[in-house]
């Protein structure tokens, strides 16, 4: 899709996939409601029947892509056009249907034809952290009570995992989503990895919720680059949470250690697999320990989003150093024990 930077641009993109009579810029639409779209492209030439209404955005602060999201959705309601889109530089979100019950396509639909059924990348971290943000929002809608501002994001992250798994299985379509298909997508995974201990299952609505919101696009065809955003989700894996080391600070101790496409790096105390997801990223090999189990479900759903070479063993890595020295050789780097052995070095 076209890169937009401008109300002027996105005009034109419109233009070009309809035509210059059925794209109205700033439209009087005959329904009642409080707010009006910028654009409204129209299934007829005399403009009485809306087909999708656009707002342009600066998404510039979160508050202001909420109230955007907001204003074009009441319009879509309130005229009962089939689509709307809110657009941006950066993020194309096309949808039909209101918050929590979004589903986003890849392309601008035709009219008087199917649902776009394809999928495309995410473009960028803007438009990631977008359909973080509507996600996040969908599920708080969901929640049964208030969850702390980790918790709703292992949930969500959670939920994406068993969206993989759903599409590289039978992929089916968001209302679909029985509570017993949540109950086989856990099963898949926990057969598949030997450190995976399952918890909790995920309330349905949950990957409902992410499948509607992720429809259109497709996290396998995606830059890693830009699906590195899933590791800050929350304001503790920013700041450093108990199991979160700031992606920025993991940057800088791969950096410093330097790994080699041919080093297995080892993370003590491994947590989501951060510091080994960024080494895996430069071509090294992984191997994480980490004691606490329910935290390494996340750690798996990132090995699955990345396809990186990484395992993880489930223990308290001062009981196991006799254990791992059956892997030969290993490149040590950790942020938990900085302070005990140096940012890296040969496992003795």
Known sequence: ???????????????????????????????????YPDIA??????????????????????HRAEQD?????????????????????????IFSGTSPGYQSYAHFPDIDKKEPADKRAVQSSAELDFLID????????????????????????????LLLELRNTDGASP???????????????????????RGEELDNQFLIAAA???NGFSLDETDNDILMSLFEISDDDRRGGEYATPLEVARQMVRLSG??????????????????????KEGASGVGVEINPAILRIATFYVDLL??????????????????RSFGDLLLISARFSTLVSWSRTFP
């Open 1 to 35: 899709m076209n890169e937009i930077e401008s109300l002027e641009e996105a005009i034109s993109l419109l233009e070009d996939q309809y035509s210059e009579e059925q794209v109205v810029v700033e439209p009087t639409l005959r329904a009642k409601q409080a707010v």
């Open 41 to 62: 492209v129209f299934q007829d030439s005399n403009h009485t029947k809306p087909f999708l209404l656009v707002e342009w955005s600066s998404l510039r602060t979160s």
């Open 69 to 93: 999201l907001s204003d074009i959705s009441e319009a879509v309601a309130g005229t009962e056009a089939p689509y709307g889109a809110l657009l941006s530089p950066g993020v194309q979100f």
């Open 134 to 161: 509507r996600c996040l929002g969908a599920q708080e809608a969901v929640r049964p009570n208030h969850a702390r501002n980790d918790q709703a994001a292992d949930e969500f992250l959670e939920s994406l995992h």
């Open 175 to 197: 209302k679909g989503i029985e509570q017993s298909t949540i109950s086989t997508l856990y099963s898949q995974i926990d057969d598949r990895y030997q450190w995976y201990q």
């Open 212 to 214: 509607g919101i992720f």
């Open 259 to 280: 790994p080699s496409s041919d080093d297995l790096v080892l993370d003590p105390a491994a947590g989501r697999g951060t510091v080994l997801s960024l080494v895996a």
């Open 307 to 324: 396809k990186h070479d990484i395992e993880f063993t489930v223990g308290n890595f001062f009981k196991m150093r006799k254990d791992l």
